[in-house]
């Protein structure tokens, strides 16, 4: 079945740093991808999707590009501040039972 | 905007009792879903309901169930509890089924002993 994997956490990195989190993917079809974001104690919240290939989702600084070839949706931030510190959820939506599939999820700790 | 509400906000059940989380939208959303998350294994879908009336099984469905009698609400009810139960549940809808955003809740976090 379709699945999605991402690295494990925690990332830690100091304010102003370059965040890389990496997601790759495993799907039958075409499915859109997601980065959802949960800060602490609150629930999931959509940060940015592609619903293509090639397609570049942004939002807040991050963005993620929709990689066919390589089956991967990387999220990237030039400049992270302390206010990103939260954990990251990549997912895809299976076309064939109209689910979203997430991730484990990685946690990003940045430090002043 | 409330969006998803979810109640209660957290609590502890013992073992082989019965308890209801329940979850509303006031999106007109079509399609609701619960997950529940676990530390190292991310969310995983119990049940979903593409329509009010319908509803199906996710990836663990097992000592749950749904219903769905208006678009509105969408409750969880856990028969009879067991510890590993224990976990934090989130129910999130999209106006349609497919590739949609999902709009999650606040989450209930439920501890079974």
């Known amino acids: 079945g379709d699945s999605v994997t991402q690295m494990e956490g925690p990332v830690t990195l100091s304010e102003e740093a370059f965040l890389t989190i990496n997601c790759t993917y495993t799907?039958?079809?075409?499915?859109?991808l997601f980065w959802y974001v949960q800060y602490p104690g609150e629930g999931l919240q959509l940060l940015l999707k592609a619903t293509k290939a090639d397609d570049k989702g942004s939002n807040k600084g991050f963005e993620a590009t929709y990689r066919k070839e390589t089956t991967s949706f990387h999220l990237e931030k030039g400049s992270v501040q302390v206010s990103d510190s939260a954990v990251y959820f990549c997912a895809l939506s299976d076309t064939g039972f109209q689910k979203l599939v997430f991730g484990t999820g990685t946690r990003l700790l940045v430090s002043p | 905007t409330a969006g998803i509400t979810q109640a209660p906000t957290s609590q502890i059940l013992a073992a082989g009792r019965s308890m209801t989380l329940r979850c509303t939208q006031d999106m007109r959303h079509n399609a609701m879903y619960w997950y529940r998350q676990d530390l190292g294994l991310g969310l995983r879908l119990i049940h979903y309901?593409?329509?009010?009336?319908?509803?199906g099984k996710g990836e663990v469905p097992d000592g749950y169930s749904v219903s769905r009698a208006n678009t509105d609400d969408f409750p969880l009810t856990l028969a009879s509890a067991v510890p590993s139960q224990t976990s934090v549940y989130f129910c999130?809808?999209?106006?349609?089924?497919?590739?949609?955003?999902?709009?999650f809740g606040p989450g209930t976090r439920l501890l079974v002993l």
């Open positions: 309901s593409n329509t009010a009336g319908t509803t």
């Open positions: 999130a809808s999209s106006e349609l089924a497919g590739q949609e955003t999902q709009y």
């Open positions: 799907a039958t079809g075409y499915p859109s």
